[in-house]
Every structure is written in C-alpha cells, then in structure tokens.
Nanobody
Framework: QVQLVESGGGSVQAGGSLNLSCTASGYADSNYCLGWFRQAPGKEREGVAAIYTGGGSEIYADSVKGRFSISHDNARMIYLQMNSLKPEDTAMYYC????????????????????WGQGTQVTVSS
C-alpha cells in the first residue's frame, strides 16, 4: 500500500524559505513521476513541480520557476525547496506519485496521479 506523508509546512513571512519533505513508501522499484501540487481556498489544485525518476529535466509551474526546486532521494523522499516565498504561495501542498513519465496537459502538470499525500499547510504573510 502506497503511503505519502508530507512535512515541513508552516508560517513564514514573504521572502522567506521553507523546505517541504514527503516520505514515500509501499511501491516497487520502478520509474515514477514525483510531483508537488498545491491548492488554495476557492482555487483549483495546481501542479507546482514534477520530476521523473527515469531522468530528464524537472518541470515547474511558471509561477514558481526560479524560486522552487524539486528533488528526491531514490524516490523514497521527495523534497520541495521553496525560496522567496510570496503571499500568493499560501496553500495546502500535496506530494503525489504516479508510475511512468510525467505528463503535461495543455502546458500544465497533469493532475492525474495515482497516489497522494494528505497535505501540509504553507502560509506566507506579507
């Protein structure tokens, strides 16, 4: 049974940094797309960053390029380093895992992941 558990969220002032972690377990060794999504109140879930364990470049939403960085440790720990945080980054952040390559739909990270964590809250004050 796949389990994803996020940690590292919190409250910071604008311009600050947070490093989110996701502990992943319960799936076989293979190649996966590892992603981070976020959802603010009243808004749709948004793909923030994704990385394919089989190689290739990371994918970022335009809103976070140059500020956020996704990485992983053997697909069992997934990280999202967030720098220069803005109030509009305030949201619940979720990690997600899906078998195979990352997929883009109409220029954004596809939300069709098979496994999701419960989320960790990030609040950025101005």
């Amino acid at each position: 049974q796949v389990q994803l558990v996020e940690s590292g969220g919190g409250s910071v002032q604008a311009g600050g940094s947070l490093n989110l972690s996701c502990t992943a377990s319960g799936y076989a060794d293979s190649n996966y797309c590892l992603g981070w999504f976020r959802q603010a109140p009243g808004k749709e879930r948004e793909g923030v960053a994704a990385i394919y364990t089989g190689g290739g470049s990371e994918i970022y939403a335009d809103s976070v390029k140059g500020r956020f960085s996704i990485s992983h440790d053997n697909a069992r720990m997934i990280y999202l380093q967030m720098n220069s945080l803005k109030p509009e980054d305030t949201a619940m952040y979720y990690c997600a895992v899906d078998r195979g390559a990352c997929v883009m739909l109409r220029g954004v990270i596809s939300p069709y992941f098979g496994h999701w964590g419960q989320g960790t809250q990030v609040t950025v004050s101005s």
